[in-house]
């Protein structure tokens, strides 16, 4: 059975930093491209970051409005997948998922960035 | 960055009835390999979105047949028959062609009549 887990949430004040993970099983995730999307509080989705495998260099994507302060990072030997962010702003507050792309998706963890 | 627009914003159906929501984007599509990556998710409430169709057409793994997608270019719609109670939430497109932003349509809300 695929499983991604998200953890690392919480409330943070604006311009501090939070790492969130996601830790896989139930597939070949060394292979896997891995991505992160975020839900605001309105329901929009947005697509994040992505982070290819290693035979691509582990090449990593941002959308624009996170491009500079948050970082995707990956770690094989675990099956896991990271987005560090830093100077968190008040728009960032959202459910954090991450996903294979398109069929697998985490439960979601929230970020509130709040003061 | 490629916009999708779906339509409606809302439906209330009937149970045992059929709807569908479309979803048109700014740019084609079709990718340079062929292959056009448009899916169509389901997020049932306090639920993450869950994969119903894949590159337009194909129903991912244990999707009903009461599901069905299709479109071409930059017009697409998600066909729902025989609505069951089980169908009820937010319906989202989402393209993967136009690399490395990919981009998901603002939702259809699915309720009953």
């Known amino acids: 059975e695929v499983q991604l887990v998200e953890t690392g949430g919480g409330l943070v004040q604006p311009g501090k930093s939070l790492k969130l993970t996601c830790a896989t099983s139930?597939?070949?995730?060394?292979?896997?491209?891995m991505h992160w999307v975020r839900q605001s509080p309105e329901k929009r989705l947005e697509w994040i970051a992505r982070?290819?495998?290693?035979?691509?260099?582990?090449?990593?994507d941002y959308v624009e409005s996170v491009k500079g302060r948050f970082t995707i990072s990956r770690d094989d030997s675990k099956s896991s997948v990271y987005l560090q962010m830093n100077s968190l702003k008040e728009e960032d507050t959202a459910t954090y998922y991450c996903?294979?792309?398109?069929?697998?998706w985490g439960q979601g963890v929230m970020v509130t960035v709040s003061s | 960055d490629v916009v999708m627009t779906q339509t409606p914003v809302s439906l209330s159906v009937s149970l045992g009835g059929q709807t569908s929501i479309s979803c048109r984007s700014s740019?084609?599509?079709?990718?340079?390999?062929?292959?056009?990556?448009l899916y169509w998710y389901l997020q049932k409430p306090g639920q993450s979105p869950q994969l119903l169709i894949y590159?337009?057409?194909n129903r991912f793994s244990g999707v009903p047949d009461r599901f069905s997608g299709s479109g071409s270019g930059t017009d697409f719609t998600l066909k729902i028959s025989r609505v069951e109670p089980e169908d009820l939430g937010v319906y989202y497109c989402?393209?993967?062609?136009?690399?490395?932003?990919?981009?998901f349509g603002g939702g259809t809300k699915l309720e009953l009549k």
């Open positions: 740019q084609s599509l079709v990718h340079s390999d062929g292959n056009t990556y």
């Open positions: 982070i290819k495998d290693k035979s691509n260099n582990y090449a990593t």
């Open positions: 996903t294979t792309g398109s069929e697998y």
């Open positions: 590159k337009v057409s």
């Open positions: 139930g597939f070949t995730f060394s292979t896997a491209w």
């Open positions: 989402y393209q993967g062609t136009h690399y490395p932003t990919w981009t």
